[in-house]
């Protein structure tokens, strides 16, 4: 029901999600000989600006993890069916987290070595992060704030259930 607080903070948690697939996620520049190039790496894969190559498409995931926080606002009716939706979205979106944060951390020095040995000089890589790095941890209290209510009205209707 919309009146519940954990629909508002699944359909949160579900803005968050689909909204990744339409901002970057990293924005990885490239200094080589006075020549810099800018790569985009969002929901789409990565991709150069000046080729039309996208590589590990990632939408169908971020697609996915949505549909889960949907399904979690859709399954009000049943509550241990809600929580375990719930959960299994919230520990989906965990791993992505993570994935995003080890990659930000051992990323470029992975991507210097490749290109290093591709050219046999040194290149310069810095990465920024877009917004899409940051959604997917907004989305990750929501879900939270979403099973803590879920857990609320659980022990309402229990208490409920022992007045009569």
Same mark, same amino acid.
């Given at each position: 029901?919309l009146?519940?607080i954990?629909?508002?903070?699944?359909?949160?948690a579900?803005?968050?999600t689909?909204?990744?697939?339409?901002f970057?996620?990293f924005?990885? +520049?490239?200094?080589?000989?006075?020549?810099t190039?800018e790569?985009?790496?969002d929901a789409?894969?990565?991709?150069i600006?000046? +080729?039309?190559e996208?590589?590990?498409?990632?939408?169908?995931g971020?697609?996915i993890l949505a549909l889960?926080n949907?399904?979690?606002?859709?399954l009000?009716?049943?509550?241990?069916?809600?929580i375990?939706?719930?959960?299994i979205s919230?520990?989906?979106?965990?791993?992505v987290?993570?994935?995003?944060l080890?990659?930000?951390?051992?990323g470029?020095p992975?991507l210097?070595e490749?290109?290093?040995?591709l050219?046999?000089?040194?290149?310069?890589?810095?990465?920024?992060?877009g917004?899409?790095?940051?959604?997917i941890?907004v989305?990750?209290?929501?879900?939270l704030?979403?099973?803590?209510?879920i857990?609320?009205?659980e022990?309402?209707?229990?208490?409920?259930d022992?007045?009569r």
């Open positions: 029901m009146q519940r954990q629909t508002v903070y699944l359909l949160l579900f803005v968050c689909t909204a990744i697939i339409f970057p996620i924005y990885v +520049t490239t200094n080589y000989m006075s020549e190039n790569i985009v790496f789409y894969g990565l991709s600006p000046e +080729t039309d996208g590589y590990l498409p990632l939408y169908v971020f697609i889960l949907f399904l979690g606002v859709l009000f009716k049943s509550r241990k069916k809600q375990l939706v719930v959960r919230l520990i989906l979106h965990i791993l987290a993570l994935s995003f080890l990659f930000a951390l051992f470029k992975i210097m490749n290109m290093t040995e050219v046999n000089e040194n290149i310069d890589i810095s990465f920024k992060y917004v899409g790095y940051y959604l941890f989305s990750i209290p929501f879900l704030l979403a099973i803590r209510g857990r609320a009205d022990k309402l209707v229990k208490s409920l022992r007045i």
